[in-house]
């Protein structure tokens, strides 16, 4: 069931499901302002134990649902709604595209601001910099990748837990802005201190998952070139996940200097990052039929 459970939302998440009903950070802005209504008063957010029992109660309800029905349809069906909500990709399918038209009207402002929303902090002529290509893998990494794999590993539980937790620091992280909407003030002014906190929770949670993409990466692009950047980060636990997945990406696909920063770039990457969700499928697959994967 959950192989089809990820077709299925996969095959509706690219048909539809943009509006921000479909996104996780949707969910924990209403959950954080009924938290702050209701425990504010008792201190409950102020604490570190205390804020770490807030974020994992969401997980811990939907593992209390599933266990509390056998019944199939209703659990594939939930299922497919909490991926659905989990992959929460539609913000970054629209900049996306915005960045695409962009750069086909020769529109060098418009694209860099596409870029900065999208995450490219630094291009890759600056120090610790990356093309565009890579942050599109990195993206779809935490949306897709490491979702799926959560979910495999814990099911849906798995899956709400490391979205929560991605959206937190993402929402934490990102650059300031003066006219950030509401939601976004909100989380920042309630959990701002526990920033280093869920920073490092995500590190970890990521760290698995970096690993299981990036040799995905490598079956289905150049293994030969990619492969020794590959064994130089397997046991690699100071290096960040998203160095770690984009640098493997790069060298799996061996795209020129030259294309950096064009069309031409980020179509090669989304065709590899595509053609890696389809490597998870597979491995789902297999586990279902020799691991036991229900």
């Known amino acids: 069931m959950m192989l089809i459970s990820i077709i299925i939302a996969l095959v509706i998440e690219r048909l539809g499901a943009r509006s921000e009903h479909w996104q996780i950070d949707f969910y924990i802005a209403k959950y954080l302002t009924w938290s702050k209504k ?31 029905s056998d019944f199939v349809l209703f659990q594939l069906v939930l299922n497919v709604l909490i991926l659905l909500v989990c992959f929460g990709c539609g913000r970054y399918r629209r900049l996306y595209k915005g960045y695409l038209n962009a750069l086909t009207r020769g529109d060098s402002e418009a694209v860099t601001l596409y870029a900065l929303q999208m995450g490219q902090e630094r291009t890759e002529t600056e120090r610790n910099g990356e093309t565009f290509g890579q942050t599109l893998v990195w993206i779809n990494f935490q949306h897709y990748c490491a979702v799926m794999f959560w979910f495999v590993v814990l099911g849906a539980p798995g899956a709400v837990l ?6 937190l620091v993402s929402t934490l ?20 201190t526990h920033t280093q906190r869920f920073s490092q929770l995500l590190f970890w949670l990521d760290w698995l998952p970096a690993r299981i993409a990036s040799f995905g990466y490598l079956i289905i692009g150049n293994f030969t070139q990619g492969t020794g950047c590959w064994l130089k980060y397997l046991l690699d636990f100071e290096t960040s996940n998203r160095r770690v997945v984009s640098d493997i990406a790069l060298a799996a696909e ?41």
């Open 38 to 68: 209701q425990l504010s008063n008792k201190g409950v957010l102020g604490s570190d134990l205390g804020v770490m029992i807030w974020f994992v109660i969401p997980a811990v309800l939907t593992a209390v649902v599933f266990h509390l």
């Open 162 to 167: 490391y979205a929560t937790a991605r959206s």
């Open 173 to 192: 992280t990102e650059r300031q802005e003066e006219d950030m909407p509401a939601q976004v003030a909100l989380v920042r002014s309630t959990l701002d």
């Open 254 to 294: 061996q795209i020129e200097q030259q294309f950096f920063g064009c069309t031409y770039e980020a179509t090669c990457m989304m065709r590899l990052v595509k053609r890696n969700i389809l490597f998870f499928l597979v491995l789902t697959a297999l586990l279902t039929l020799f691991g036991g994967l229900s």
